[in-house]
Nanobody
């Protein structure tokens, strides 16, 4: 059984910062990729940032230079530091991990945490 527990969302003014955390618990396999997606009202879920087991990162163009994804492999936790937040960053943010289990990869999602940026 895989569980992802997210924390750190909330309400912040434009220009402010928030830090999201997502702690994973699982019984088998190893984490390959960890990351964050977001979904704004009326829009599709979109990639925000990912980080793989070699700590290579990938960012959406809209957040480059403002957001930083990191991971603590020992704690099985991924973080998203969000700076210079804009109203258009308002969305539900979902943590995701890809577990490698016997040569196959499986994706799992957190329950989502709301981030609201006021203008």
């Amino acid at each position: 059984q895989v569980q992802l527990v997210e924390s750190g969302g909330g309400l912040v003014q434009a220009g402010g910062s928030l830090r999201l955390s997502c702690a994973a618990s699982y019984s088998i396999g190893s984490i390959n990729v960890m990351g964050w997606y977001r979904q704004a009202p009326g829009k599709q879920r979109e990639l925000v940032a990912t980080i793989n087991s070699f700590t290579l990162t990938n960012y959406a163009d809209s957040v480059k230079g403002r957001f930083t994804v990191s991971r603590d492999s020992a704690k099985k936790t991924v973080y998203l530091q969000m700076n210079s937040l804009k109203p258009e960053d308002t969305a539900v943010y979902y943590c995701t991990i890809v577990l490698s289990i016997t040569s196959s990869n499986f994706a799992y999602w957190g329950q989502g945490t709301q981030v609201t940026v006021s203008s």
